[in-house]
């Protein structure tokens, strides 16, 4: 997975930096979300795989999903990424955009994962949390993980922080055979 970033990451940083200059960059977020999960469509894939089919077609494809297709810059960005085989980097290169978009905005992305659905007030008290410790924006993406027994995992860029119960029988198990 981390090879998919790699090569996905001078993609990323090209069409935030084509989104920037433009002042698009919530339409290409949104586009590039958009064309991530057309992507990720076997049949899709198999028509964007196929040799056969020419890439003006197979961009046209991808253009069709997009409320805006009109931007030069992004049938060129598309076009660039069939002809060097990187379409299906799409999804890598979507969070790779998103993560300087809110870099960008002095937003922290904080995904928070749990065992069941948080009610709205214990978000607000996490999101204000990180917000004093951070000082700045927090968006908090929440995730429904049914296989955590219970506690919580938060994600802050490359920052993990594990309270969860699995975790802690881990290390108690790590502390046991050592």
Same mark, same amino acid.
């Given at each position: ?23 698009? $960059? ?47 810059? +992004? ?27 809110? *870099? ?18 214990? $978000? ?11 000082? *700045? ?10 296989? +955590? ?6 994600? $802050? ?22």
């Amino acid at each position: 997975m981390s090879d998919n970033y790699t090569y996905s990451r001078p993609y990323g940083e090209a069409a935030f930096k084509m989104a920037l200059e433009a002042n698009v $960059i919530n339409q290409w977020s949104d586009n590039l979300k958009t064309l991530s999960i057309v992507v990720a469509d076997k049949d899709i894939k198999a028509v964007l795989a196929d040799p056969k089919i020419e890439q003006s077609v197979s961009a046209s494809l991808l253009l069709s999903f997009l409320q805006t297709s009109s931007d030069k810059n +992004l049938l060129n960005f598309i076009n660039l990424l069939l002809d060097n085989k990187r379409i299906f980097y799409i999804n890598e290169i979507s969070e790779i955009f998103d993560e300087m978009k809110a *870099s960008h905005n002095n937003v922290r992305l904080v995904e928070v994962e749990t065992s069941h659905k948080l009610e709205p007030a214990q $978000i607000e008290s996490l999101k204000v949390l990180f917000q004093n410790k951070y000082q *700045s924006d927090i968006e908090i993406e929440e995730i429904v993980n049914d296989q +955590l027994l219970a506690g919580i995992k938060v994600k $802050i860029n490359d920052e993990v922080i594990d309270l969860s119960l699995q975790n802690r029988f881990n290390q108690i198990k790590q502390q046991l055979i050592i």
